[in-house]
């Protein structure tokens, strides 16, 4: 059982799969390879002078794996909450989890599949998104969203950040107090 399961890679994703594992939960990370991340050019990244978007989206799941997270590249197909937590279905077979984070981009069918409402984006371009409350819960218990998919602004310093605050609301949950990450400059 994973206390985390992050779907999608991208900036959110990998970013609260990053806060997640550093925080020292089981974090599993899917990915379906199909972030539109990687077709960017970003000179608007705080704190990053310039950076190519393939560089950002593999410097993300280093970062990731570094603290422990387990990355595996397939497609999820389906989240149930099954009572003991919530099982997610995919191509490379099912993972059970205590929460799952949607971090899905453009994609939010497989959740629209899976009983998570949706509803329409804002987002220019965005056809579809998760519905989420301010915290990234969606109306499955266990189960929320960050990023694009849950109707962030679709730029990378704010996806990945989105991903991170809605990270440390699930760690805050699983510890029962509020969670916070700093390290200190030796
Ligand atoms: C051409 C272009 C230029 C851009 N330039 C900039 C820029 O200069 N500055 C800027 O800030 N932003 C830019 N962006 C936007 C930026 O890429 C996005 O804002 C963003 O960061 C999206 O992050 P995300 O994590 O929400 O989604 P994504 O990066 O799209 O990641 C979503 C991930 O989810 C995975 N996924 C989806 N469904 C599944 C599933 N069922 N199972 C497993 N994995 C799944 C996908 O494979 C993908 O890896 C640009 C975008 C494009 C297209």
Redesign the pocket.
Known sequence: MYDIIV????????SAALFAAKAGKKTLL????????????????YGVKETT?PDL?DTGIEQAKKFGTEVVD????GVTNNGDGVKVE?EAGEFQGKHVIF?????A??AEKSGITTKEGTEPKIKKVIDVGRDGKTNVKGVWA????AG?????????GH?ASVAINVISELNGERYVDHDILK
């Open positions: 779907i999608g890679a991208g900036p959110a994703g990998a899917l990915d379906s390879n199909q972030s539109i991340t990687k077709k960017a050019w970003v000179e608007n990244h978007g989206v397939t497609k999820a197909t995919s971090a899905t981009g453009l994609m069918d497989v960050a990023g694009t998919c962030e602004s679709v730029h990378t310093i704010i996806t990945a991903g």
